[in-house]
């Protein structure tokens, strides 16, 4: 029976919870799609793909045949000379149809394909590299409206406890319990917090607007965001090996397999200019008619004895070009080693972004866990003093002292609370895990 009821509240606050939602809410998921619709340079780069994409179609038709044809109608007038006076007059047109293909190239068209094709995977990896930028963008900025929306609450809730305290001290005024000093500091910190909560409520706007700009979503006052159920005590005391990431996120990051794609379209440059230093042997065929009035007979007794059909082989052979085949080597190998250097260094960002990353979680798991004893500590001080403070046996210095330290202590436990989901799932970003809350 008691599972039953049970089940039954959990339902009822699911539906709650649901109900308390607009369809409208924005959840992190949906934040990160929407940004990867508008995000202008995901958008540039899936341009870039589908030039790519156009530039491997329009090379791989060079192994077929190429053909064209035209057509030539001319008039022309010379001098009777038959007797007549006056010129005589004659037309005439030409027709023809041209086709030519390569037969050997020392692979340069293979070559170039191969290398178009890699241009296709590395704009992909690419797009994925920058999604992926903009995945932990948004994480970081959707974190911030969480805490800023808890510190908003915060300041709501310690105004409405000071606001008491100020009634009561106002009764104790009037009764002669307190000085009217002591009553002016309490009035005093009623103010700092009010401005405390325009200030919270301020930084809230701005956290928001910096989350709907990273999504190249328009500015609107409607905008919210929905709340994750998030752990009550976040911290999961990982230990983090800093090997074993770095060795995943080697197998899985699009960056990495980008610098070697990269050095891969650099290593098919050399090829494709070797080729320049062998002879290119290609095939034509050609088919052409030629009409004139000044011939007798018919038109089509005409075209036909002016029909002519060639065919032939065309050998290209280098032999001094200037060192520009040379040349064109040299900077390509010039180019592989960049592109070994660039591998190198990409592989080197990972990993120290790898090591970052872990030492930031260790310090976020003993800041959260020195925040909650800290805030511990000055829940009971804040509970003593307050009855303290109500039964008169302290002043309003000391009342405001602990107060003061409890305000501290709840907002660094927010900070350190959320440093800490940040910090998890950074280290789950480079694990190859899906950023979800």
Not at 298 to 315: E, I, M, N, P, R
Request: proline residues 2%.
């Amino acid at each position: 029976m008691k599972k039953v009821v049970l089940i039954f509240c959990a339902y009822l606050l699911i539906i709650s919870k649901v109900r308390g939602q607009s369809k409208d809410d924005w959840s992190l998921e949906k934040c990160i799609d929407y940004a990867y619709t508008q995000n202008i340079s995901i958008r540039k780069n899936e341009l870039a793909i589908t030039r790519s994409e156009k530039s491997a179609e329009q090379i791989r038709a060079q192994r077929f045949p190429s053909a064209g044809a035209s057509v030539n109608h001319s008039f022309s007038w010379t001098k009777n000379t038959s007797g007549g006076s006056g010129f005589m007059g004659y037309n005439g047109t030409n027709y023809s149809l041209n086709s030519d293909i390569v037969l050997f190239g020392a692979s340069k068209i293979t070559n170039l394909i191969k290398q178009a094709d890699l241009n296709v995977q590395s704009g992909t990896l690419t797009l994925e590299t920058t999604k992926e930028s903009v995945s932990l963008s948004i994480l970081d900025a959707f974190l911030q409206v969480l805490y800023a929306e808890e510190q908003v609450k915060n300041s709501e809730r310690q105004l409405e406890s000071t606001n008491e305290q100020v009634k009561l001290a106002n009764e104790r005024l009037n009764l002669k319990g307190i000085s009217r000093a002591d009553y002016a500091q309490l009035v005093s910190q009623l103010a700092k917090e009010k401005l405390t909560l325009a200030n919270s409520k301020n930084q809230l706007s701005l956290v928001k607007i910096n989350l709907m700009q990273l999504m190249e979503l328009p500015v609107s006052d409607s905008f919210n965001i929905v709340h994750p159920v998030l752990p009550e005590t976040p911290n999961q005391n990982r230990v983090p090996d800093v090997r074993k990431i770095y060795e995943t996120a080697l197998s899985i990051k699009p960056q990495i397999r980008n610098a070697s794609i990269n050095k891969d379209i650099i290593e098919l440059d050399e090829k494709v200019a070797k080729a320049g230093y062998f002879p290119a042997l290609s095939a034509n065929a050609g088919l052409s008619n030629s009409y004139s009035d000044n011939f007798s007979g018919s038109y089509f007794g005409k075209a036909t004895d002016g029909l002519h059909v060639s065919a032939g082989l065309s050998l290209s052979i280098p032999i001094y070009q200037k060192k520009q085949v040379k040349t064109s080597i040299a900077i390509a190998k010039i180019g592989y080693s960049d592109a070994e250097l660039d591998e190198i260094n990409t592989r080197n960002e990972l990993r120290k972004n790898i090591e970052q990353a872990c030492q930031d979680l260790v310090a976020a798991q003993v800041e959260y866990e020195a925040s909650v004893e800290s805030y511990k500590a000055n829940v009971e001080s804040a509970m003593q003093s307050d009855e303290k403070f109500r039964q008169g046996m302290i002043n309003s210095v000391d009342y405001l002292v602990a107060k003061t330290s409890l305000i501290a202590a709840e907002s660094q436990l927010l900070q350190s609370k959320y440093n800490l989901i940040f910090a998890y799932k950074t280290l789950d970003f480079y694990s190859g895990i899906p950023i979800v809350l």
